[in-house]
């Protein structure tokens, strides 16, 4: 009797259904796959669900006739597209043992330099539509008993990070709404996992996949440039999509009313940084790691030299003047010499 009941729990547990919300491409795709494989019934929730199925068939193995792998509309900044979806997932699966808002778009400029519409974009895609879609499906869970919320957060919702405010403000915003839904679902048996995400070589780490509001031109040019060069060193260190998946399995399997979890290096280092350091101590540790000139350094005009030009500078003061003139006459030669190119051209003139 008792293996029979441990059969059929089993067998509950196999057909579980995961709601995944931007599955078409980067971490929500490699999730559904992962999850897919591990038995689960996925529901991936995108925009143009006629374009990401044939992905997530080709990702998963799914035939055409699997029902274990299904495609639903959705898009969360229309209230009308959010209500539809809801709908389409209770027909087909009733209530999904897990949503995992993955979901996510990106953004590039100064709070002084991005539009409003941005922001409102940005919350409408971290925020106000995840939380419309989980009231949405919410009572079929309550009324199962069980059941797991999973937030894709960020590094960048654990500290604003300068540049990228209305991402940060957003993901923030939805730890935040992640904390109090967990304390009143938890009576009715359902858990919150909140999963603070590193870097992963995903589009939305992309120039493709961001939305650019940077005035390189304007008066935040200085931190724009040194930022940038930083930012593209740090994206070759960024992991595969589907390493984030081990850290979402994990989250599925919480039993807690509430957990957060770090998924990756970068965001451990982050989460401990953030535990023992004071919020001055935060600051000024992202100020360093971005390349961030000092309080005032920039005040009327000034451009305060990068890292880089200071130890130039500094090479330039301690190098001997005669290994220094040496030096500047070689570059000087090798500047106005012709390349190779230009002479071959000039020969056939």
């Not at 995400?197 to 724009?224: K, M, Q, S, V």
């Not at 399997?253 to 965001?267: M, Q, Y």
């Not at 003047?321 to 106005?336: G, N, Q, S, Y």
């Amino acid at each position: 009797m008792t293996e029979h009941r441990a059969g059929d729990e089993r067998l509950r547990e196999e057909h579980r259904a995961v709601v995944i919300t931007g599955a078409a491409r980067g971490l929500g795709l490699a999730s559904a796959a992962r999850l897919y494989r591990e038995g689960w019934r996925v529901v991936a929730a995108v925009r143009t669900p006629d374009r990401a199925l044939p992905l997530l068939r080709a990702a998963t193995g799914a035939s055409d006739d699997d029902d274990r792998l299904t495609c639903v509309a959705l898009d969360l900044t229309d209230t009308a597209s959010i209500s539809a979806a809801a709908k389409v997932i209770e027909e087909r699966v009733g209530a999904p043992y897990a949503l995992v808002h993955n979901a996510g778009i990106s953004a590039a400029g100064m709070v002084e330099e991005t539009d409003i519409e941005l922001w409102q974009r940005m919350f409408a895609t971290h925020v106000t539509g995840p939380v419309e879609l989980t009231k949405a499906l919410l009572p079929s869970m309550r009324a199962a008993g069980q059941g797991r919320i999973v937030l894709v957060g960020s590094s960048a919702g654990v500290r604003g990070q300068p540049g990228t405010a209305p991402y940060s403000a957003s993901k923030g915003a939805m730890e935040r709404w992640g904390e109090s839904l967990a304390a009143e679902i938890a009576p009715f048996g359902l858990g919150v996992t909140i999963l603070i995400t590193g870097t992963y070589d995903t589009d939305i780490i992309t120039d493709a996949g961001t939305t650019d509001d940077r005035d390189f031109g304007g008066p935040y040019a200085r931190l724009h440039q040194t930022m940038n060069s930083r930012g593209r060193f740090a994206i070759k260190f960024a992991r595969s999509p589907e390493q984030f998946t081990d850290g979402l399995v994990k989250a599925l399997a919480d039993s807690a009313a509430f957990r957060r979890h770090a998924v990756g290096p970068d965001a451990s280092m982050l989460l401990v940084s953030s535990r023992l350091l004071p919020a001055a101590g935060m600051h000024h540790m992202s100020r360093l790691v971005l390349g961030i000139p000092r309080q005032g350094a920039m005040r009327d005009g000034a451009w305060p030299l990068t890292t880089v030009q200071r130890a130039m500078v500094l090479a330039v003061r301690v190098t001997p003047k005669p290994v220094m003139k040496l030096l500047t006459d070689r570059a000087a030669r090798k500047a106005a010499a012709p390349t190779t190119t230009e002479q071959e051209s000039g020969s056939n003139v």
